[in-house]
T-cell receptor
Framework: NAGVMQNPRHLVRRRGQEARLRCSPMKGHSHVYWYRQLPEEGLKFMVYLQKENIIDESGMPKERFSAEFPKEGPSILRIQQVVRGDSAAYFC???????????FGPGTRLTVT | EDKVVQSPLSLVVHEGDTVTLNCSYEVTNFRSLLWYKQEKKAPTFLFMLTSSGIEKKSGRLSSILDKKELFSILNITATQTGDSAVYLCACLSGNTPLVFGKGTRLSVIA
């Protein structure tokens, strides 16, 4: 049973470009969460999705950030017009139920130059 | 605002030592507390604690929750260099996102 998959593992973008981060949950998991981790900081919740629905986006910046989890395919976290402050590790987690333990993917390290 | 505080922030021990990591929390609608181990990549799930006073154990690791005093401890006995990592504590509240502490960085030296 494959774990949570994220790609790409590393992403470099210039300021103003768009970043697309993908997450495939574990088999049988329909709950997906995105977290951001800044250097020397803990993981901060961004958004929680179930298939085709955003359940909680209270941790996501109102502008430039969006997320989706379509009926088919991975969940996507999209950051438009990236700025240097967006540089961080973005982790996706999935869960078979809510509330429940969450299993994390390896993360995508975004660097904005 | 929900808060999870871990201590110490970092710790250096010798192989064979026993360590205790602390996690205190102030969370509305608390449901569970979770421990994760993070090496260079994904946080790896260790334990989920929901009931007070019941110890969970996995090999040399064990953890217990005190819902009255709002804290949990993670114990590691006979530490090995492979235990070096950041240990994260997180709380599951009435809403589903996890609230994380900043972690304890454990370094085990031979």
């Amino acid at each position: 049973n494959a774990g949570v998959m994220q790609n790409p593992r590393h992403l470099v973008r210039r300021r103003g470009q768009e970043a697309r981060l993908r997450c495939s949950p574990m088999k049988g998991h329909s709950h997906v969460y995105w977290y951001r981790q800044l250097p020397e900081e803990g993981l901060k919740f961004m958004v929680y999705l179930q298939k085709e629905n955003i359940i909680d986006e209270s941790g996501m910046p109102k502008e430039r950030f969006s997320a989706e989890f379509p009926k088919e395919g991975p969940s996507i976290l999209r950051i438009q017009q990236v700025v240097r402050g967006d540089s961080a590790a973005y982790f996706c987690a999935s869960s078979p139920r809510a509330p429940g333990e969450q299993y994390f993917g390896p993360g995508t390290r975004l660097t904005v130059t | 605002e929900d808060k999870v505080v871990q201590s110490p922030l970092s710790l250096v021990v010798h192989e064979g030592d026993t360590v205790t990591l602390n996690c205190s929390y102030e969370v509305t609608n608390f449901r569970s507390l979770l421990w994760y181990k993070q090496e260079k990549k994904a946080p790896t799930f260790l334990f989920m604690l929901t009931s007070s006073g019941i110890e969970k154990k996995s090999g040399r690791l064990s953890s217990i929750l005190d819902k009255k005093e709002l804290f949990s401890i993670l114990n590691i006995t006979a530490t090995q260099t492979g235990d070096s990592a950041v240990y994260l504590c997180a709380c599951l509240s009435g809403n589903t996102p996890l609230v994380f502490g900043k972690g304890t960085r454990l370094s085990v030296i031979a």
